[in-house]
């Protein structure tokens, strides 16, 4: 989940941070640069773990910073497929779940992927919709999945903690436009998965056990 990555950087040190001793300064940029933030293909940074070398100090012509090559690395987030993560859920729809790490909320478990056989019920009308419906239609409705298992009906609900296996970590591209009514451009998306034993809210499996000591 946690990688170390190494990074070469040419960095202008604003005047500023002059006063600071040399790598106080350049770790308080770099921290400025890439804390919080998505890099393609290495994911997303947590932290400027160390500086391995600062070279250079020079300045140019126009310029009136300082420039240093800065070798650094950062401890970046970013999953692998097949790897099982532990969420909250943060929100509920007809296309599915959307799950939070409390640092990172771009997690989509889609309709598809949810634990079958399942249904789908609306918050305002109650209406029960099963997931063959839910894949004809492109409506957004807010509302609470269900897993259908031994004729009993366990709902997904948003104090659970969520058990999911992680099936895809993308990185889009920035859109030249996008639409008022979109989401948010994501620079970085992971699609889960709750079709699988042992996935879902943890109070299900919990549940079973306790059932099973009993027995």
Same mark, same amino acid.
């Given at each position: 989940?946690?990688?170390?990555?190494?990074?070469? #950087? !040419?960095? =202008?040190? =604003?005047?500023? /941070?002059?006063?600071?001793?040399?790598?106080? &300064?350049? #770790?308080? %940029?770099?921290?400025?640069?890439?804390?919080?933030?998505?890099?393609?293909?290495?994911?997303?940074?947590?932290?400027?773990?160390?500086?391995?070398?600062?070279?250079?100090? *020079?300045?140019?012509?126009?310029?009136? &910073?300082?420039?240093?090559?800065?070798?650094?690395?950062?401890?970046?987030?970013?999953? *692998?497929?097949? +790897?099982?993560?532990?969420?909250?859920?943060?929100?509920?729809?007809?296309?599915?779940?959307?799950?939070?790490?409390?640092?990172?909320?771009?997690?989509?478990?889609? &309709?598809?992927?949810?634990?079958?056989?399942? #249904?789908?019920?609306?918050? +305002?009308?109650?209406? /029960?919709?099963?997931?063959?419906?839910?894949?004809?239609?492109? @409506?957004? /409705? !807010?509302?609470?999945? *269900?897993?259908?298992?031994?004729?009993?009906?366990?709902?997904?609900?948003?104090?659970?903690?969520? !058990?999911?296996?992680?099936?895809?970590?993308?990185?889009?591209?920035?859109?030249? %436009?996008?639409?008022? +009514? @979109? !989401? =948010?451009?994501? =620079?970085?998306?992971?699609?889960?998965?709750?079709? #699988?034993?042992?996935?879902?809210?943890?109070?299900?499996?919990?549940? %079973?056990?306790? +059932?099973?000591?009993? %027995?």
């Amino acid at each position: 989940m946690f990688y170390l990555s190494k990074i070469e #950087h !040419k960095l =202008p040190l =604003p005047p500023p /941070r002059l006063v600071l001793p040399i790598r106080e &300064a350049i #770790h308080m %940029e770099l921290e400025k640069l890439f804390l919080d933030k998505v890099i393609a293909n290495l994911g997303l940074c947590i932290s400027v773990y160390d500086i391995i070398s600062i070279d250079g100090g *020079f300045i140019f012509p126009g310029d009136g &910073a300082p420039t240093y090559t800065v070798v650094f690395n950062l401890i970046m987030f970013r999953p *692998f497929v097949g +790897e099982i993560i532990t969420a909250r859920l943060i929100s509920s729809d007809s296309n599915g779940l959307q799950l939070s790490l409390g640092f990172f909320d771009d997690i989509y478990v889609p &309709a598809h992927h949810m634990p079958y056989p399942n #249904h789908f019920v609306e918050d +305002e009308q109650g209406k /029960r919709v099963s997931s063959s419906e839910e894949s004809t239609t492109n @409506s957004l /409705r !807010k509302g609470i999945w *269900f897993w259908d298992f031994n004729e009993q009906e366990y709902p997904i609900q948003e104090t659970d903690v969520i !058990k999911f296996r992680v099936q895809n970590v993308s990185y889009p591209q920035i859109p030249v %436009e996008q639409p008022k +009514e @979109s !989401k =948010p451009f994501a =620079p970085m998306l992971i699609t889960g998965s709750l079709d #699988h034993d042992g996935l879902g809210p943890v109070s299900w499996w919990c549940a %079973e056990e306790i +059932e099973a000591d009993d %027995e």
